[in-house]
């Protein structure tokens, strides 16, 4: 099993530019998320979904959207990037809600805006 | 807002010595996982307690859990070089889970 995959791993963008990160889990897994990790900052949690068409909010949404229109698939949206968006982005993806399951990462997407 | 803290930022030892690293959070909590992130990859998980232990252990590593204190350690015995990584408790926060910033360990050959 290949776990959580994301691409693309490594993108520079320019300002006002858009693109699209994306996530593919194979454990059938019905949470997955969108996290992002800046120095000293940890993980901030961007977005999140929790099956097949829904998504929702987490602590850090604005200037970004999602859309898990497969049940394997989460994808993270940047419309009009600014370079407060420059970050490594994780998706990741658990069986279950909170710390109860263990939540599977994938290897990260650098994103730099310049 | 984060919900679980690490502490201390960095630390530095020695291969051979343990390594303690600690997490405080602010809300009750059902379950508080820690994770391993090698430096330039994704975060890997370790180990999982829940609210209704107090200890927990799997091969060098001890994880306690302090409910009343709202706060968790990972102790790591007998620390080799390959154990240097960033350390990140998880707490539960509604649907997801929340991460601390991590401890950043280093452990000289």
């Known amino acids: 099993n290949a776990g959580v995959t994301q691409t693309p791993k490594f993108r520079v963008l320019k300002t006002g530019q858009s693109m699209t990160l994306l996530c593919a889990q194979d454990?059938?897994?019905?949470?997955m998320y969108w996290y992002r990790q800046d120095p000293g900052m940890g993980l901030r949690l961007i977005h999140y979904?929790?099956?097949?068409?829904?998504?929702a909010k987490g602590e850090v949404p604005d200037g970004y959207n999602v859309s898990r229109l497969k049940k394997q698939n989460f994808l993270l949206g940047l419309e009009s990037a600014a370079p407060s968006q420059t970050s490594v982005y994780f998706c990741?993806?658990?069986?279950?809600?909170?710390?109860?399951?263990?939540?599977?990462f994938g290897e990260g997407s650098w994103l730099t805006v310049v | 807002s984060q919900q679980g803290e690490e502490d201390p930022q960095a630390l530095s030892i020695q291969e051979g010595e343990n390594a303690t690293m600690n997490c405080s959070y602010k809300?009750?909590?059902?379950?508080l996982q820690w994770y391993r992130q090698n430096s330039g990859r994704g975060l890997v998980h370790l180990i999982l307690?829940?609210?209704?232990?107090r200890e927990k252990h799997s091969g060098r590593l001890r994880v306690t859990l302090d409910t009343s204190k709202k706060s968790s350690s990972l102790l790591i015995t007998a620390s080799r070089a390959a154990d240097t990584a960033s350390y990140f408790c998880?707490?539960?926060?509604?649907?997801?889970?929340?991460f601390g910033a991590g401890t950043r360990l280093t452990v000289k050959p």
């Open positions: 990741a993806s658990s069986y279950s809600t909170g710390t109860g399951n263990t939540i599977y």
């Open positions: 979904s929790v099956g097949e068409g829904t998504t």
């Open positions: 809300t009750s909590i059902n379950n």
């Open positions: 454990m059938n897994h019905e949470y």
């Open positions: 998880a707490t539960d926060a509604g649907v997801a889970a929340r």
């Open positions: 307690i829940r609210s209704n232990e």
